[in-house]
């Protein structure tokens, strides 16, 4: 659950990472608007402090000027005051009293006069803060001023005349002075008026300056203002929407919580289900390293959630680099991976799990973790085993059955194009082995195919192949030959050598030595022009032609043998088809006794062949054996024979004959052989007692307890047992006594020189002889001249059948032929 915690972190952490940005991108642009508030907060302060200096130097030199200005109204009064002398004498005629009054008063005057020149002078020198406006007015005020003591001067001037008119008594003259000084006095007093407008004009302008620069200033602080009320609400604005942000984030990370505490209890429910799982599940992260870890996968790898958890899955879990490798690759581009996994765990023991992988991407499709879903199969890969040991193992011998081989020929077929190699096959097939089956029992037979199995593995290469096919029949396929077919053919030839006398060695099967041979043969083949099939059979001609040359040796298939096994795949074709057509027919060939009369008759199969007319036996019977066609055939004969019987018995020339037919090997060892006689005795009609079977000796070596049993049961029915070709098989003395048998019949091979060949004339009478010792009846056949019948009947033969009588015979020829002879015996 410890992972299911750190992942809840981290995915609050995820969430919480998602939202910062915005939240810090609202926090920064509020600190800057408060940073910058509190800035124009200063400025503005620092403004209206400019404002309150501004007031104040403007009132200071408002004030000045007002100084100045009525420094200049003093001095009205005191021009008044040098003014007045010269009116005052003309009541006093006190000359030199009012002439030192007014002395006294100029004096005064022209101090005054003189201080506000030097503050002009000093305004002037300071008046560059000033407007040019100012600047003008200022000089021009000190123009005025000037002007203001020419005027002075001129009315003391006038003044002093006066005076002087007084001091000399003539006071009309001074009289008539009277209104010029009156005139000086009123330009000095004009002059004075203009200082004064001047100095009103200049404070005046001085306060508009003030004034306009105040309101510049004012402007500007409401420009500001007005900014800062601006940044101020934004600050405000944005404040309220950081505060709203921040509560909708604490809202938005409480749902977080709350989702991620349901999630979490989610989850703790699903890791105990998981726990519950049989498969093993495990997390973790894009470094490899685990974060969850079920229950399965303690029991799984053998180590507990406390070891596991953290570790790296790589080493724990994964092993195989370059499988991990081809995942990660699969993860990336898929997102999904799915294998079978083998790894070894601590204790030693080996895993196979089927595994799932699955990459989990969080919300930003980044890769985040792994979940692998593992599932053991060990036990399934074990029963797959099992099952394919069974499906493509041959259970005794261990080694590849038929199926698992022809797929491995088809496979190196499949690549024959891309392969230049010559390949081979080679059918083994054990001589004699179903005599050592019968004779030493199967527990030998299957030991004796076991010690062959390991001898084969032991002739080849690992990357070859030895398969067995089924009985005794053992195939190896041999790949990676020379690309020159001469050279693969020596290859091959050497190999079959080693396998020959290899399987010539001597076997122990259970305290028994034995000595078996083996027959092979070897089709070599390249590129993928052949079909399995076709290969298959050649192998098999091959080894046919080794059986052929005596056994014990090996033969290659060659064109020639191609063509023959055609001619015979044609030939197997057209007899299917012609059994299907009913194109096969009987005829009879009469079995004479001793005294010439017939006594019965051979039924001969005859195959009337649409293009090539009458077929015989000698060309088909054996293919038709090898290929299981002799059961349709046998028993199409048997019937057709027996119907033949029925004829018969409707004549009297015919009716006490007796019927003999051919049963091959293959038609006797049937299971329902006998069933299947009865059936068709039964569906004919015919008397059993005109039934006489001809079997060979070969047959009945094989199973001898089931051949009697056979025999005494068709015996018993009334049909009669006879023993064709006598002579050319085992002619065992000791089998032939227990045999239920009516008859021997001596191979034509025998007769055929019995009277130029001593051996084949002993042979002849030795098997009379021993017809009569075992009180059987004897028939020789292929008797074609009277010498040689007469020399049998001499010896003792009571029955013959040959040329010397008759060939065979079409039904209506043979009817006709009995009919004459029985007309000629009368
Ligand atoms: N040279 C020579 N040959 C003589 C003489 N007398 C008889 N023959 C031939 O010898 C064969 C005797 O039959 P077989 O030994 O049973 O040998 C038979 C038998 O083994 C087999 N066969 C024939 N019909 C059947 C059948 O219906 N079923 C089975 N299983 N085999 C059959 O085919 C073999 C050959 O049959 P056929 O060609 O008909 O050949 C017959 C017959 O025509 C003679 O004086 N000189």
Redesign the pocket.
Known sequence: MDSFEGESAANLAISAQSNTPRTTRWHRMYFFLAGFDVLVVVLSVLLNHLIVDTYHRSIKANQSWVQQLSSYSTLGSLASDVNAPGNNVFDTHDVESESRNMTAALHTFDHHLAMAKQQLEARIANQAEHSADIQAYTIALKDEVAEVDAAMVEMVKEASLIFSFFRQGKSDDAGKRMATMDRKYAMLLASLATVRERVGQIQSRLLEEELESVEELRRIEYAIMVFVLMMVSAAVFYGRRIKREMEAHAAERDGYLAVLRASERQFRQQASLLDKAQDAIVVHDMENRILYWNKSAERLYGVTREEALGQSAAELIYQDHAAIDAANRSLAETGDWSGEVTLRRRDGSTITFESHRTLVRDENAEPQSVLSINTDISHRKAAEQEVNRLAFYDQLTGLANRRLMLDRLQHVLAGGMRNPHTSAVILIDLDNFKALNDTLGHDRGDLLLQQVAQRLSACIRESDTVARLGGDEFVVLLEGLSENPPDAAIQAKAIGEKILSSLNISYHLDGYEHHSTPSLGIALFQGQLNTVDDIMKRADLAMYRAKAAGRNTMRFFDPEMQAVATARARLEADLRQGLQDKDLLLHF?PQVNSAGRIIGA????RWQHPERGIV???EF?PLAEETGL?LPL?RW?LQAACAQLVAWARHPDTARLVMA????ARQFHHPDFVEEVLTVLRYTGADPKKLKL?LTEGMLVEDMEGTVAKMVELKEIGIGLSL??FGTGYSSLSYLKSLPLDQLKID?SFIRDVLIDPNDAAIACAIVSLSHILGLSVMA????TEAQRSFLVSHGCQAF????FSR?LAPEQFRQYVHERVMAEN
């Open positions: 060939q051979e039924a001969l199969m015989f036996p000698a019977v002799i046998g004969a037919v051919n049963v091959s001809e064709d070709d034509q056949e292929g008797v074609e059948q040959g040329y010397l065979p």
